[in-house]
């Protein structure tokens, strides 16, 4: 059965620190896809980041950079030198792609709050 | 350039009324999906449209629930004899998916329905 498990329900840092969202997931498929989306106050899902399952290498994007490690079914999230923008619900998602449906499987998500 | 549009936002209704909302996804996107989310949850998938073609619907999509896509555009998603358990943030998406190449998914901004 597929299952995304993200353990931390809410963070909270100050403004510049280092934060990271852990995401470990289940699947017994060996293509599939990861995600992550963030959803700020407003209520609408942002994409933020799509990993295949046959790409480990960790990726890099301004403040953001998300770690992959198949060996622990894990892919996490930091966000470097946090900002107040930073501050929404992050959700990890797992789609398994090849079976013909690409329905996405979120975790419950992670409530960062960044304060000044 | 317009993304994925949800209508209504906002909807109030009472238990044992029917109620009917619409999307539109990004235009030249093919693909179109349903999810719930309900408070301090992730995004539950409920059905999902490849054209005009239904292709998948959860088991969370009870007989009270159905969705249409009639033209390959726009999707209506009705719930009839509305139940306070369907109380709830309903999302709409789309992508483009092309054959098995994946492509992520865009989120519309979601009708809150309120059911007292």
């Known amino acids: 059965a597929q299952k995304v498990t993200q353990a931390q329900t809410e963070i909270s840092v100050v403004e510049k620190e280092d934060v990271t969202l852990d995401c470990v997931y289940e699947?017994?498929?060996?293509?599939?896809?990861l995600f992550w989306y963030k959803q700020p106050p407003s209520g609408e899902l942002v994409f933020l980041i799509r990993?295949?399952?046959?790409?480990?290498q960790n990726e890099i994007s301004g403040r953001y950079s998300w770690n992959f490690q198949k060996s622990t079914s894990s892919f996490n999230f930091t966000i470097t030198a946090s900002q107040v923008v930073d501050s929404a619900v992050y959700f990890c998602?797992?789609?398994?792609?090849?079976?013909?449906?690409?329905?996405?499987?979120f975790g419950t998500g992670t409530r960062l709050q960044v304060f000044p | 350039d317009t993304g994925v549009s949800q209508d209504p936002r906002h909807k109030i209704t009472k238990r044992g009324q029917n109620v009917t909302f619409r999307c539109d996804p990004i235009?030249?996107?093919?693909?179109l999906y349903w999810y719930r989310q309900t408070l301090g949850q992730g995004p539950e998938f409920l059905t999902y449209?490849?054209?005009?073609?239904?292709?998948?619907k959860s088991r969370l999509l009870s007989d009270r629930f159905s969705a249409e896509r009639p033209k390959g555009s726009f999707s209506t998603l009705e719930i009839q004899r509305t139940e306070q358990g369907d109380s709830a943030m309903y999302l709409c998406?789309?992508?483009?998916?092309?054959?098995?190449?994946?492509?992520?998914?865009?989120f519309g901004p979601g009708t809150r329905l309120t059911v007292l």
């Open positions: 998406a789309s992508s483009p998916r092309v054959g098995e190449y994946y492509n992520e998914q865009f």
């Open positions: 699947t017994r498929d060996t293509t599939y896809y």
């Open positions: 990993r295949n399952s046959f790409d480990e």
């Open positions: 998602a797992l789609s398994e792609a090849h079976r013909g449906t690409d329905k996405l499987i």
């Open positions: 235009s030249e996107h093919n693909r």
């Open positions: 449209f490849q054209n005009e073609a239904q292709l998948e």
